[in-house]
């Protein structure tokens, strides 16, 4: 990669811009893919602060005689966004809303706004932006607008072509011209010799575009020159700009029309098919219902999110045996028109034919969801297809290159049939999800674009699938763009008349070729692996990984598959919602989310990065601000656990790099502790005499705006746990008692064993099997990368706790990132029976309690509190989806209301919050929601969490004292004693 850097260039970028110029070959490496399966490093990556900051980047590049590409979301599907020469992000500062018109519905945005956060912003004003593509909480408008996105409720609102009112934009030549409708003209205007051009051309080409242009609504493949035609309804010079990916000009405003919210209460109904084929000829009955969308989910996006925690009781809940398709029909109008249209709908389904047969036999039917926040759950499912798709354990993947070609509706059950079959003579399966109602289906085949068969099998079919496409006068780019994969195709669907025209647009509008040169037109072969992410020669240096990674494959004992099976999709980049990326809500740095690690540890694995890579500085700075908070293990929809393989990472570069005090010192808490207890009062000095804690900071790199946990002379003793039953058959249960509970807060640990007995458990404290210190889960040592000492404390834990869990006892903890190292780490530490065995017994204090409770099995006198709880959830309780437990154990205590707050990571997470180089990203991201809600929240209202490291972050920022479930529950048995 040094070979792309051009000092000249780098010194002009860095002369004239205010924002980020990146040119270093990490930097340069995270932008070098997009979703797609290309990669094309850059010469520099500009993250631009202001419009004069793009300028200033496209006069390098006319200057510098190199290329530039606008970047949003990253999230291109086709390569549309990579390129050599200077790659601009606009997502991490141009992202506002700059004008609001609530009464003529429109708006005026930057282009870096994510669709996802402009909808929230609306929201208030009861409207909203209704292409709604399934990567909202990532897309950007300007990334929408450059691609002509589509959406699920296309058929009802439209693509963006016709939600965009006009455009305001940069031309090659530096040219600053707002696009809108040619009778609209006013300030700013276009070139009138360009405008005339245009014009022009589209008298000349209006015969050819009305009889070559295909008549479907997801026509999103070459320049959208039909506007520019006399009949165009209305001419838009800006509808010219949607759908040119960037290769015309730069947007730097995009206007847009805005709707209605939709009702809050819509009406689902999932239809079930025996057969794939049978869903595919239905869907033209059901869009006659007037829905507003029609998506399929097939069989292998079935299975395949089965296996995923997080889709598996959305699935439960709505998926009746064992289907072969399902078409989710939505209906978003009045109560009474849903209630109607569900009723054609069951009619129109029994009228094919379809119902549930009796006896469990299967034969299709509908199920009718009401609840909104099921309704919401199978969206999120329907919209994290791809990657639910892309989570396959294996070396070959689904590959978009045919995956939106639309064609009509009548001819979609042909069409699917002669795709299959063109898969199976390659000896491959395509997976099918998405837009039934218009004919826009997703479909990957599955191949190893690795090897060069399967790169060349991908163009042979690619060939094939365009062939039938144009049989049916469809269109092979139906909602995700052409980019490298469809654009050397453009000759074959519109002739070469038509292709001749959108070159002549191409060089009116950019005669120099500067602007995302190759795509559209002049592109390159869409099979030319060197443009691959995984190009000819691509190999992996195997080494010895410290953890088990063998249930992905690949080199290095599987860390090589489990760190490719990032798609780079990016639903990592979230801004809202859920828990991951919480380091890049704060920072908006690619660096900093999933992805741009994902990225960075496969360039480094694979030498693109130089040697050492993987162990180097700047591989620590890529992963300094990952939390290990395992948001990503659950919610990325392919599974990428960079906790993990920051554990891993952390271990190779142990090896030559050692360790730092710091280091040293949480990694080795446990074993000073006891010495530390009883020093405790000298200890404290550190917090309390002037200077101590500077001086502390330099030593050690614990920042001084931060007090250091006490450790407690008080602390808890073994005995404190031990608690016989009522009844001979109460339940048993082991107290694993945690580190932090023991030295620290050993108040959870007594009202933990203070529940458990009251509820006629008997307790034992688990003990280390030949007496000794106490025993740990090593997870300070796995912070730290000391994977053969986290080890050997796993091996001592369970020597200890196996026996119990033979004889089928629960081990019980009350600390979440202790007692889940158990499910998660233990595992990768020691495979095996004997840790699957501990990982199934060990459960949380509040998931024994739930389902305890639940069940019968315990009976707790709980005294009414009147109020309520404001809960904050661990970060390692949601990836492992206990949050429900957790609520529902709040709710044994009569009368308290409990409410949940929608927060990330606390940003406490463990040392992250004390060290001095992350203190300020560790109260940037408590303050996203978190203690903003606990500042709000009423003096006498109770706050909840598990989790050490969040109760010292709430007591920090928000100077309130938060609890544990176990001490409400304590709490209220007190009222009663």
Not at 53 to 74: F, H, K
Not at 105 to 122: M, S, T
Not at 696 to 711: A, C, D, I, M, Y
């Amino acid at each position: 990669m040094a070979e792309l850097m051009r000092p000249g260039l780098t010194r002009r970028l860095a002369r004239g811009i205010q924002g980020d110029v990146l040119t270093d070959a990490f930097s340069r490496g995270r932008y070098a893919t997009d979703a797609s399966i290309y990669q094309i490093m850059p010469s520099a990556v500009v993250v631009p602060r202001g419009i004069d900051d793009i300028v200033a980047a496209m006069d390098a590049a006319r200057e510098e005689g190199v290329p530039i590409t606008m970047r949003g979301g990253g999230t291109s599907q086709c390569g549309q966004t990579v390129n050599s020469g200077i790659v601009v992000d606009t997502s991490r500062h141009l992202n506002q809303i700059r004008e609001l018109d609530v009464t003529g519905r429109r708006a005026l945005v930057d282009p870096g706004i994510v669709l996802d956060d402009l909808n929230r912003l609306l929201k208030p004003h009861g409207l909203w932006f209704p292409v709604d593509v399934s990567t909202a909480s990532r897309a950007t408008i300007g990334g929408m607008a450059g691609n002509n996105s589509c959406g699920a409720r296309s058929l009802r609102y439209g693509t963006m072509r016709d939600n965009v009112v006009a455009i305001d934009a940069v031309l090659a030549d530096g040219t600053r011209a707002r696009f809108g409708e040619i009778e609209q003209r006013g300030a700013n205007e276009p070139p009138r010799d360009l405008v005339a051009d245009l014009l022009s051309l589209g008298r000349r080409e209006a015969d050819e575009i009305a009889a070559v242009f295909p008549k479907v609504q997801r026509r999103v493949g070459g320049y959208n020159i039909d506007a520019l035609t006399p009949d165009a309804a209305p001419q838009n010079l800006a509808h010219l700009l949607v759908g040119s990916e960037g290769t015309l000009a730069v947007s730097t405003a995009i206007e847009i029309k805005l709707s209605p919210l939709p009702p809050a209460q819509k009406a689902l109904g999932v239809c079930h098919f025996p057969t794939f084929r049978q869903a595919m000829e239905a869907s033209q009955h059901l869009v006659r219902l007037d829905p507003t969308s029609v998506e399929l989910v097939d069989s292998t996006m079935i299975g395949l999110a089965r296996d995923i925690a997080m889709f598996r009781p959305t699935l439960e809940a709505f998926v009746r045996g064992d289907p072969a398709a399902l078409l989710l029909v939505e209906f978003a109008d009045s109560p009474d028109e849903n209630e109607q249209s569900m009723r054609a709908l069951q009619d129109t389904m029994a009228d094919l034919g379809y119902g549930f047969g009796r006896g469990g036999r299967q034969e299709g039917g509908v199920v009718e969801v009401t609840d909104p926040k099921l309704q919401g759950a199978i969206a999120a499912l329907r919209a994290a297809g791809l990657n639910i798709m892309m989570s396959m354990r294996e070396e070959g993947k689904p590959v978009s290159f045919v995956e939106d070609c639309a064609v009509p509706l009548e001819h979609l059950a042909d069409y699917t049939d002669r795709l299959t079959a063109i898969f199976e003579q390659h000896g491959t399966r395509g997976t099918w999800y998405a837009h039934a109602s218009v004919g826009c289906l997703h479909v990957r085949p599955v191949l190893n674009v690795k090897l060069e068969k399967d790169a060349a099998a991908m163009r042979e079919i690619a060939e094939q699938a365009f062939s039938l496409v144009r049989e049916y006068k469809g269109s092979h780019s139906g909602e995700h763009g052409d980019g490298i994969s469809r654009s050397e195709f453009h000759t074959v669907m519109f002739g070469e008349r038509l292709v001749d025209a959108f070159g002549v647009v191409k060089t009116r509008f950019d005669p120099g070729d500067l602007l995302n040169p190759g795509k559209i037109v002049n592109a390159p072969r869409m099979n030319d692996r060197t443009l691959f992410r995984y190009p000819p020669g691509y190999a992996v240096e195997d080494f010895s990984p410290a953890l088990d990674w063998s249930a992905w494959p690949g080199a290095a004992g599987g860390f090589q598959g489990a760190v490719e099976i990032c798609n780079n999709n990016g639903a990592c980049r979230s801004h809202a919602g859920n828990v991951m990326c919480p380091s890049y809500r704060v920072t908006r740095n690619e660096r900093d989310v999933t992805r741009g690690r994902a990225n960075t540890l496969r360039l480094a694995l694979s030498g693109q990065l130089g040697p050492g890579a993987l162990t180097s500085n700047a591989m620590m700075e890529t992963l300094k601000l990952c939390v290990s908070c395992k948001a990503c293990r659950r919610e990325c929809p392919t599974g990428v656990d960079m906790a993990r393989m920051k554990i891993e990472v952390l271990h190779q570069r142990r090896k030559t790099h050692g360790l730092s005090l710091q280091d040293r010192l949480i990694a080795n808490l446990p074993r000073y502790a006891p010495m530390a207890a009883r020093v405790s009062g000298l200890l404290g000095l550190r917090d309390t005499v002037p200077g101590a804690a500077a001086l502390s900071e330099r030593l050690t790199g614990f920042s001084r705006h931060r007090s250091l946990p006490r450790f407690r002379p008080d602390h808890f003793r073994d005995a404190e746990g031990d608690r016989s039953g009522g009844a001979n058959d109460a339940p048993h249960v082991v107290l694993f008692a945690d580190t932090f509970g023991r030295w620290f807060d050993p108040e959870t640990l007594r009202a933990g064993v203070a529940v458990l007995s009251a509820g006629g458990c008997r307790v034992e404290t688990a003990r280390p099997a030949g007496g000794g210190r106490p025993l740990c889960c090593g997870r300070t040592y796995l912070a730290a990368g000391m994977v053969d000492e986290a080890r050997n404390e796993a091996r001592r834990t369970i020597d200890a706790l196996l026996p119990h869990v033979e004889a089928g006892r629960p081990i019980v903890g009350l600390e979440p990132s202790c007692l889940l190292t158990m499910r998660d780490e233990f595992p990768a530490l020691l495979s095996g029976s004997e840790s699957a065995a501990l990982a199934e017994a060990a459960v949380l204090f509040e998931e024994f309690v739930a389902t305890s409770a639940k069940a019968g099995d315990i009976s707790l006198p709980l005294a009414p509190r009147p109020g309520k709880a404001l809960l904050h959830g661990h970060c390692h309780q949601k990836s492992f989806g206990a949050m429900g437990a957790v609520e529902s154990t709040l709710r044994l205590v009569p009368e308290l209301e409990v409410e949940t707050v929608e927060s990330s990571c606390c940003g406490m997470a463990g040392a992250f919050g004390y060290n001095a180089e992350t203190i300020d990203v560790s109260l940037a991201m408590g303050e996203l929601s978190l203690l903003p809600a606990v500042r709000d929240a009423d003096p006498d209202t109770l706050i909840v969490a598990d989790g050490t490291s969040c109760r010292h972050q709430i007591a920090d920022g928000a100077d309130r004292r938060a609890r544990h479930v176990a001490e409400i529950l304590a709490g209220a048995l007190m009222e009663t004693a």
